[in-house]
């Protein structure tokens, strides 16, 4: 099985830095396949057999002991980023990808939360939950909006972490081989 590996909140605004050579080697020694990563943004990809849960599980408990770096996993498979990319509510691709958004959740939210965040009136943006995943264009930049992955766990309740399209599509292709 093909994943990517998302790790939440690393390598923004000076906190809870690693490397990427830093992931590679962990994710390398604890004896998964193929290991890549991409971006600065603590995203892995990588095969193994495990369930996601499992894979999980193993790498934040790495990444704890031996970086003493403390963040949430979360694991997407190769099916699951094909399915994000032609769930595209847009309809196209979008004219500036770097200002589309994917937010991957912890799982599904409650419909009547996610409903509620659709509905709200966020300016020019939009978000569109969807799953497990949230889509949030935001024509002005993710800088200059409230529709953030915080604001998104607040409201649904679950843990976020968000890529731009270019990110989520590479993901998708890395993960298709």
Not at 37 to 50: I, K
Not at 56 to 78: F, K, P
Request: charge should be neutral; hydrophobic fraction near 45%; aromatic fraction near 6%.
């Amino acid at each position: 099985m093909r994943y990517a590996v998302l790790l939440r909140g690393v390598n923004v605004g000076g906190r809870n830095k690693i490397a990427m050579a830093d992931l590679r080697r962990i994710l390398t020694e604890l004896g998964y396949a193929d290991v890549q990563t991409h971006l600065q943004s603590g995203n892995g990809v990588l095969s193994c057999e495990l369930p996601p849960a499992t894979l999980a599980s193993e790498v934040r408990t790495a990444l704890d002991a031996q970086l003493g770096l403390r963040c949430a996993v979360l694991i997407r498979t190769g099916a699951d980023l094909a399915e994000v990319v032609a769930g595209n509510p847009l309809g196209r691709e979008p004219d500036n990808p770097s200002h589309y958004f994917v937010a991957f959740l912890s799982a599904a939210p409650d419909p009547g939360a996610a409903a509620r965040l659709q509905d709200q009136d966020f300016g020019p943006d939009r978000a569109w939950i969807a799953g497990s995943h949230g889509y949030m264009w935001c024509p002005n930049g993710m800088a200059e909006t409230k529709l953030t992955y915080a604001l998104l766990e607040k409201r649904l309740g679950v843990v976020a972490t968000a890529r731009n399209w270019n990110t989520v599509r590479k993901l998708a292709e890395l993960t298709a081989m």
